[in-house]
């Protein structure tokens, strides 16, 4: 078995883009070559590539609000650009891919697609804020997106959010992801094994700031908040658990009073705890049921 992989070259696209002064010529380059190697993955999530109405819901606005760059701000554009092409970013991406798929090939592990395609994008330092300025998404098998204003907390630390949300491609190869129904405990789930197996490759101490920026009390406050709510289905009612007061304020959820990724950390906390119970690797965790690793964990016994 083996699977492939296609770094999109999205440095050298966004040096194109800034050669393009019209601004309705940008936006049609952005659309129209930046992310049309990744049309399959928009159209999975219900974003088209234009939309039929003018300033309506398309690639333009989703990215936006997924945090890039907005595609007008040059200045924050060839800062990061610099940075990305100074630390030879798409040969990193390359390396890291390559580790992650050997890993996973190695024990027997799938993906469902015929190859991943990888896109590193540039955000908005100041709508990243929370997570230092770097996010990506792996929900969709045969795709892997990080956006990153690159600084020297996340530099380090490409290869571990790369391999997270490679996690995500194997973990729905296995069990299909339903935003309706997706519960809080399986979305703690998701989140604990991803940066589980971004542990397992590159170490603790290149975890991101979802598990890392709270401290003990507030991880177990959180535990007890969450344990009320590990059968909540919805992703919104869902996202206000993982994400926390603060976004949940700016994307129009329900704060529920947890602090920042507070499911993130509670999740990462309950894989290791069932790891270590039951002596598993992160591969052989990573086909065990939610409710395996929630009851397994002991994290939320009464």
């Known amino acids: 078995m083996s ?10 696209q966004y040096e194109r883009l800034l050669q393009i002064t019209n601004s309705e010529e940008r936006k049609d380059f952005f659309r129209y070559m930046m992310m049309l190697p ?3 993955m928009w159209k999975l999530i219900n974003v088209p590539i234009k939309a039929k109405k003018e ?10 609000m997924l945090g890039y760059a907005d595609i007008s701000d040059d200045k924050t554009i ?46 908005d330092p100041e709508k990243l804020k929370l997570s230092n300025g770097y996010t990506g998404f792996g929900g969709i098998p045969g795709f892997i997106t990080v956006n990153i204003y690159p600084n020297h907390y996340n530099l380090p630390r490409i290869p571990a959010v790369i391999a997270h949300e490679f996690h995500h491609n194997i973990r729905f190869s296995y069990f299909d992801w339903d935003y309706g129904n997706v519960t809080v405990a399986d979305y703690l789930v998701i989140e604990g ?20 920026s709270m401290n003990k009390e507030e991880v177990e406050y959180s535990t007890n ?9 919805g992703f919104a009612e869902v996202s206000s658990y993982m994400f926390g007061d603060e976004i949940a304020a700016q994307e129009g959820y329900q704060p529920v009073g947890l602090p920042f990724c507070a499911g993130y950390a509670v999740g990462y906390k309950a894989v290791q705890a069932y790891m270590k119970k039951y002596n598993k690797t992160i591969y052989e965790a990573t086909l065990a ?3 395996d690793i929630i009851n397994g964990c002991e994290l939320f016994a009464t």
């Open 38 to 40: 990744l049309e399959k």
């Open 225 to 233: 908040v969450i344990r009320e709510a590990l059968e909540l289905k």
């Open 55 to 64: 300033n309506g819901y398309d690639v333009l606005m989703a990215t936006k």
């Open 78 to 123: 060839k800062e990061a650009l610099t940075i990305l092409k100074g630390i030879n970013a798409y040969a990193v991406a390359e390396n890291t891919i390559k580790t992650c798929i050997d890993k996973a090939v190695h024990a027997g592990l799938k993906i469902n697609a015929k190859e991943i395609k990888l896109g590193l994008y540039i955000s």
């Open 3 to 12: 699977i492939d992989y296609k770094i999109v070259n999205s440095l050298k």
């Open 289 to 291: 049921s939610t409710d």
């Open 193 to 212: 094994l991803a940066e589980s197996f971004a542990r397992e490759l590159y170490g603790a101490e290149q975890l991101g700031p979802w598990v890392t």
